[in-house]
């Protein structure tokens, strides 16, 4: 007899998924798959309109990241122009781009992971998220929001806007930075980088009693991708490409982001709208793309860096690859990779607030269509995310291709809940805090997965435990 | 010398007002600050009355009438915004709404949209018809500028800028119906237009996202109708006025 069990909606990520568990005659898991069960299309209908517009339009892909395709698609837009765009502009689009990551981070780690983390895996489910923590923790659920916050001001003073922002565009930004702005971030960045350095200390706190979930929750080799720069610094806007393996040799380097094709290949699924994009190399002709996968992200980013090139955040990576043992191949570390990854963030866009010419007004390059195919890569707060548009020579795109973070670690998702239902499923009673833990598997990811679903595909989630034969035995669907 | 013009009394929503007796209904009522909506009337370009949104109701006449193509008569007692006007001109933006591809948020005109303005004037905020979400395509073959047919509600002022004030003639309308679209020369590309002196009048004075500049990024499009009213004034009266005062 086939047993399954159907988690839906997988709930407290951005989107819409299921679980499916099959069970084998003993009762012990045989296969456990995460399928994504929404569709957006973004691929399709940007077909036809102006350039100048994609940064906008694809923004519109998502209200929790929108900065990260705003920032793709107008490194895109750059490349069609074929310019340099102004000093200034880059250092914009990277506060933006930092101000995204803090505001991103936080409402994964406070609003969606803490209430597993502190209430419990266990904890009545009613209370299990963000109102729950404000009852039991409400100082901490406060400097969470107020983090959040801080990270949509910084975008919405740069930008213009927190969701959607209209300022990043093709050739840099809208409007300069005033001296007032600048003052005004650097002194709300104080209690900024105080919830940082205090969220690290919790986090590393209980992470000794999380050592079942370190070893279950998607802890395997996989290769890791993400942006590098020549100074071996965590890099999260420009720069290369570059992919290191879970003993942290280097597999794949100083690939333009141009030539990302070389290395990523895309396979689909028939359950899942969500696209399996693969390590070219390591996967032969009709051979499982899993034999390519790789994890893209936080935990990918801290893997690929040498440091963090901030003190504070290199001093907590430090700690952090003592406690990983080197390169972390737990996906449980995705929350901690998180939290340093606002330090670092706070750390640098001081660093940025600091230089003089913050407030120049030079931050827009103009240019006509020169370049006909071109490829926009930024890192995303779940990671690398890729624009590639073909335009014609009137500046209308023809074709386009999206790589999200999310599908990059589609892979990992689907090995990371087979590994958390073998560890604590056994029979077909499965108690809810263990459907949980499995959710809380995907949630380490961040997955958004209204973001990831464009070449023809849909996430809130679902559980189903199927029988040998086929037979839905449970299925849990919450939402 | 300048000749002095007649004028008669008229009243707008039961307030007396004085008219010039040469003028329209429209051109009276924008002297005496009295808001007509309306989305093809250009002070200056020839009155087409084709956008129905001017409609007004005249006391002891049946039919609704266009303010910008009725002449002002001593005494009329003009409404302007009734119940049925209200939903009239509501109707007439859902339609425009419903039958071409008009997306706000990513727009080069959001925030400097006339349709949009007037959206939000007249109280439209839902569309009760079904969209027809036609397939046009975007041509940018311009060096200058990009027409979306997608945004285009056929309100001519193009078609009549181009040929009224710079005399070129490069835009018109094809065909009919709902299949009716804007046309340069031909039907032939913009970019490949001999007709066209790159003057950017049609772009200027377009009420809507559809006729854009190069390179222009969601919400930076600025028209300049205002321009376009003190040509044609200084053209036909050999007057220089200040911007502000055409409008």
């Keep these: 007899m086939k047993n399954m069990v159907v988690i839906d909606p997988v709930t407290r990520i951005e989107g819409h998924a299921k679980i499916t568990i099959a069970l084998d005659d003993t009762g012990s898991v045989s296969d456990c798959r995460f399928h994504v069960t929404e569709f957006r299309g973004f691929e399709e209908f940007c077909k036809g309109r102006p350039v100048w517009e994609m940064p906008s339009l694809t923004a519109r892909t998502c209200g929790i990241c929108p900065v990260s395709h705003l920032l793709a698609s107008a490194k895109a837009g750059d490349a069609v122009m074929g310019v340099t765009i102004p000093d200034n502009a880059v250092r914009l689009r990277r506060i933006v781009n930092l101000g995204q990551i803090i505001q991103s981070h936080a409402l994964s780690f406070f609003h969606l992971s803490a209430p597993d983390l502190l209430l419990g895996w266990d904890s009545e489910p009613a209370d299990r998220n963000v109102f729950g923590l404000m009852a039991e923790e409400p100082e901490l659920a406060r400097r969470g929001i107020m983090l959040r916050s801080f990270g949509q001001g910084v975008i919405e003073s740069i930008a213009g806007r927190k969701v959607h922002a209209p300022g990043i565009l093709p050739g840099g930004i809208a409007e300069p930075m005033t001296e007032e702005t600048r003052e005004r971030l650097r002194e709300n960045l104080v209690e900024a980088r105080k919830t940082a350095e205090d969220a690290l200390v919790l986090f590393t706190g209980i992470l000794d009693d999380y050592e079942r979930e370190v070893r279950a929750f998607g802890s395997f080799s996989s290769l890791f991708l993400g942006l590098a720069n020549d100074d071996g610094l965590w890099e999260h806007y420009d720069g290369h490409l570059k992919m290191v393996d879970s003993e942290g040799t280097i597999v794949a380097d100083r690939v333009a982001p141009a030539d990302y094709r070389s290395i990523i290949g895309e396979a689909g699924r028939r359950d899942s709208y969500l696209k399996s994009p693969y390590f070219k190399p390591s996967v032969g002709p009709d051979e499982d793309p899993l034999a390519g996968m790789y994890r893209v992200g936080p935990l990918a980013r801290l893997n690929v860096c040498e440091r963090m090139g901030v003190p504070a955040a290199d001093e907590a990576l430090a700690e952090y690859r003592e406690r990983a043992g080197g390169v972390a191949t737990s996906s449980f570390f995705y929350h901690y990779a998180r939290l340093i990854e606002i330090l670092a963030a706070t750390e640098r866009m001081a660093d940025h607030l600091a230089n003089d010419d913050v407030t120049s007004s030079h931050v827009r390059a103009r240019a006509a269509v020169n370049a006909h195919h071109v490829v926009g890569v930024s890192e995303a707060p779940r990671g690398t995310l890729f624009h590639e548009y073909l335009v014609d020579e009137h500046g209308v795109l023809t074709d386009m291709n999206m790589i999200i973070a999310t599908g990059q670690n589609n892979l990992p998702m689907n090995e990371t809940v087979l590994q958390i239902a073998r560890e604590w499923i056994d029979g077909p009673a499965i108690p809810e805090g263990i459907l949980n833990r499995i959710e809380a598997g995907i949630r380490a990811y961040d997955p958004c997965l209204s973001c990831s679903t464009h070449a023809i595909g849909m996430m809130p989630l679902i559980v189903s435990l199927v029988a040998p034969d086929g037979e839905v035995l449970s299925e849990v669907r919450r939402g | ?247």
């Design chain 2, 1 to 247: 010398m300048r000749e002095l013009r007649t004028t008669v009394t008229i009243a707008f929503n039961d307030v007396e007002v004085e008219a010039f007796a040469d003028e329209t209904v429209m051109q009276a009522a924008r002297r005496n600050d009295v808001f007509i909506p309306s989305l093809c009337y250009v002070e200056g370009l020839s009155v087409w009355g084709g956008c129905r949104m001017c409609m007004i109701e005249i006391e002891e006449d049946r039919r609704l009438r266009p303010a910008c193509a009725t002449p002002v008569n001593p005494e009329m007692e003009v409404y302007t915004d009734t119940p049925k006007l209200r939903a009239h001109r509501k109707a007439i933006l859902e339609l425009l709404f419903a039958e071409g591809n008009h997306v706000c948020a990513v727009c080069v005109s959001n925030g400097n949209c006339e349709l949009q303005d007037m959206a939000v004037a007249c109280g439209m905020d839902h569309v009760r018809y079904d969209y027809r979400s036609p397939r046009r395509a975007v041509d940018a073959s311009h060096p200058k500028y990009v027409f979306d047919p997608n945004r285009c509600i056929l309100c001519t002022r193009c078609v009549r800028v181009c040929d009224e004030i710079e005399g070129a003639h490069v835009w018109d309308v094809a065909s009919h119906g709902a299949d009716a679209v804007l046309i340069t020369d031909l039907a032939t590309p913009w970019g490949d237009s001999t007709s066209c002196t790159w003057c950017g009048k049609c772009v200027a004075v377009c009420p809507t996202g559809s006729l854009s500049y190069q390179g222009t990024a969601v919400g930076e499009m600025e028209h300049s109708v205002s321009m376009i009213s003190r040509l044609a004034v200084a053209r036909s009266r050999g007057e220089w006025l200040d911007p502000e005062a055409v409008s």
